[in-house]
């Protein structure tokens, strides 16, 4: 079956930096679009960073625009997010995501970042 | 970006009743629009895409509305229904998320 697994959270100080990865299985990840989504503690759900099937085209959202970096690895089957510069806003669950034409149709079970001086 | 603002903030039901949530979008999104369900410390799962079609076998979830206006009914509720429920419009750019409805069981 679909299975989305992250990995790499933790407890960073603000600056510093932080890697994510989302290890997939059960579906030909190399066809698939691919989001982080993140959720600060007690909030909602929002979009992080978005990566195409092929890793050529990646948008993020404003916040994090020139501090993340999404990319993949398709031969590995794995979805990573280097996170540079982080500040306090950043403390959040991040989900990894696979979309299915827009929206979100099987999520990865989170890795906490906090970030904390 | 497309605002989406979904009603009430908490509902609470007795089990086997019926909830009615809401979902409005600052504009259009025609049919473009998911339900999400989640229960504290699990990730988010997809009930409802385009709309009104059911992504769970769970028949006591039905998604209504078009344009700006949604539903999700949940026609007979039970236990482990409990949780947030997020609507999200995936028409436009950025994808854009509600701030959910928490549904308590009486």
């Known amino acids: 079956q679909v299975q989305l697994v992250e990995s790499g959270g933790g407890v960073v100080q603000p600056g510093k930096s932080l890697r994510l990865s989302c290890a997939v299985s059960?579906?030909?990840?190399?066809?698939?679009?691919m989001y982080w989504v993140r959720q600060a503690p007690g909030k909602g759900l929002e979009w992080v960073a978005i990566?195409?099937?092929?890793?050529?085209?990646?948008y993020y959202t404003d916040s994090v625009q020139g501090r993340f970096t999404i990319f993949r690895d398709n031969s590995n089957n794995t979805l990573y997010l280097e996170m540079n510069s982080l500040a306090l806003e950043d403390t959040a669950m991040y989900f990894c995501?696979?979309?299915?034409?827009?929206?979100?149709?099987?999520w990865g079970q989170g890795t906490l970042v906090t970030v904390s001086s | 970006e497309i605002v989406m603002t979904q009603s009430p903030d908490t509902l609470s039901v007795s089990p086997g009743e019926r909830a009615t949530l809401s979902c409005r979008a600052s504009?259009?999104?025609?049919?473009?629009l998911a339900w999400y369900h989640q229960k504290p410390g699990q990730a988010p799962r997809l009930l409802i895409y385009?709309?009104s079609t059911r992504a769970t076998a769970q028949g006591r979830f039905s998604g209504s509305g078009s344009g700006t206006e949604f539903t999700l009914t949940i026609s007979s509720l039970q236990s482990e229904d409990s949780g947030v429920y997020y609507c999200?419009?995936?028409?436009?750019?950025?994808?854009?998320f509600g701030q959910g409805t928490k549904v308590e069981i009486k």
């Open positions: 995501a696979r979309d299915m034409s827009g929206y979100f149709d099987h």
């Open positions: 059960g579906f030909t990840f190399s066809s698939h679009t």
């Open positions: 990566i195409s099937f092929d890793g050529n085209t990646h």
């Open positions: 504009q259009s999104v025609f049919s473009n």
């Open positions: 385009r709309s």
């Open positions: 999200q419009q995936y028409n436009d750019w950025p994808r854009t």
